[in-house]
C-alpha cells in the first residue's frame, strides 16, 4: 500500500511575479527551519507538479488562489530555500496573481508528481 501523501502548509514570502504567453511565475521564499532536513524540502519541491492554495497578506489580496502549479530547481542559502512556481496562465487571474508580489502569506502543496508528468487527477 502506498503512503498516503499529506499536504504542507508553509508561511512564505513571495517573491516577483512574472506573465509569459502561456505561463504565470510568482517566485516563493520559506525559512528553511520549517522543513526538518533539506532532503523534505527536495522531495517536496523539485521538478514537483503541486496543488497549491497560496494565501497572501496585502490589501488587495481577496481570496487564496489554489491552482496546480510546477516548480523547477530549489535554491538554498543559510537562512531560506526559494522555488519558482509555474502557473498555466489560463487556470489564474492575473490581477489576483499579482497581489501577492513581495508580500507574504502561506502557501499550502500537495506533490501529485513529477513536473509534466501527473495526469489531470494528479495519479502518477
Do not use: C, H, W
Amino acid at each position: 500500500m502506498a503512503k498516503k501523501r499529506e499536504a504542507v502548509t508553509l508561511d512564505v514570502t513571495y517573491g516577483s511575479v512574472s506573465f509569459g504567453e502561456d505561463t504565470a511565475a510568482v517566485g516563493v521564499s520559506v525559512s528553511r527551519g520549517q522543513f526538518k532536513a533539506l532532503a523534505e524540502a527536495d522531495a517536496l519541491l523539485v521538478k514537483a507538479q503541486l496543488q497549491a492554495e497560496f494565501t497572501g497578506s496585502s490589501p488587495l489580496f481577496d481570496a487564496p488562489i489554489k491552482a496546480v502549479v510546477n516548480s523547477g530547481t530549489l535554491k538554498v542559502d543559510t537562512e531560506t530555500l526559494g522555488v519558482r512556481l509555474t502557473f498555466a496562465i489560463s487556470t489564474i487571474d492575473r490581477g489576483e496573481l499579482s497581489a501577492l508580489a513581495k508580500s507574504s502569506g502561506t502557501v499550502t502543496l500537495l506533490r501529485i508528481g513529477d513536473a509534466g508528468t501527473a495526469d489531470k487527477d494528479g495519479d502518477e
